[in-house]
């Protein structure tokens, strides 16, 4: 069975402090794809990366980086130099072989105080 | 742009009344799924559809029952609403393949008293 597991429930940072959130995955599939997503305030879930099992470069874009480790079955997810907006819940998920959805962690709510 | 909406934002309904909860989207996809979000128990899925007028249980799917008519737009009814489910509803889609990601529409928060 697949699972996600987020184990922080919440992190509190001071802005400009960098914050990595931990994904931990478990299945039984070669072939699988890893996402995040991010859910402000306003409620919506917004898409942010989407990682296949055979790619473990880590991949940045600006602030965020993600770091991919199949031996350790993990997905973290960096943000460098926080900024209050980057206050919100942060989802990872998980998609392996079969037209089936999506398997969620039960999110990280990060807050960032100025 | 891939765009999902759902009818409302914002619901207030009473105890026993039928609630309808409309989502659309305008990409083509194959699949459309309705989650719940609850403050400590993360998203889940109460049915999904992965064609017209298919459908599939999800984790919570007592209470509630779904339709999906047309390939953009998957409805949940709630047959006779009950407090235990004032909670915020998630609309997503996502094209066939394993390897797609899903996209969200903004949610409804449903209150029912």
């Known amino acids: 069975a697949q699972k996600v597991t987020q184990a922080q429930t919440e992190i509190s940072v001071v802005e400009k402090e960098d914050v990595t959130l931990d994904c931990v995955y478990e299945?039984?599939?070669?072939?699988?794809?890893l996402f995040w997503y991010k859910q402000p305030p306003s409620g919506e879930l917004v898409f942010l990366i989407r990682r296949n099992s055979f790619d473990e470069q880590n991949e940045i874009s600006g602030r965020y980086s993600w770091n991919f480790q199949k031996s350790t079955s993990s997905f973290n997810f960096t943000i460098t130099a926080s900024q209050v907006v980057d206050s919100a819940v942060y989802f990872c998920a998980l998609s392996d072989r079969g037209n089936t959805p999506l398997v969620f962690g039960k999110g990280t709510r990060l807050s960032v105080i100025a | 742009d891939v765009k999902v909406t759902q009818s409302s934002r914002y619901l207030v309904k009473r105890t026993g009344e039928k609630v309808f909860l409309e989502c659309v989207q305008d990409m083509d996809h194959e699949n459309m799924f309705w989650y719940r979000q609850d403050p400590g128990l993360g998203l889940r899925l109460i049915y999904f559809?992965?064609?017209?007028?298919?459908?599939e249980k999800g984790d919570i799917p007592e209470g509630y029952s779904v339709s999906r008519e047309k390939k953009e737009r998957f409805s949940l009814i709630l047959e006779s609403a009950s407090t235990n489910q004032t909670s915020m509803y998630l609309c997503a889609s996502k094209r066939g393949e394993f390897s797609y990601e899903q996209y969200f529409g903004p949610g409804t928060r449903l209150t029912v008293t």
């Open positions: 299945t039984r599939d070669t072939t699988y794809y």
């Open positions: 559809s992965y064609d017209v007028k298919m459908k």
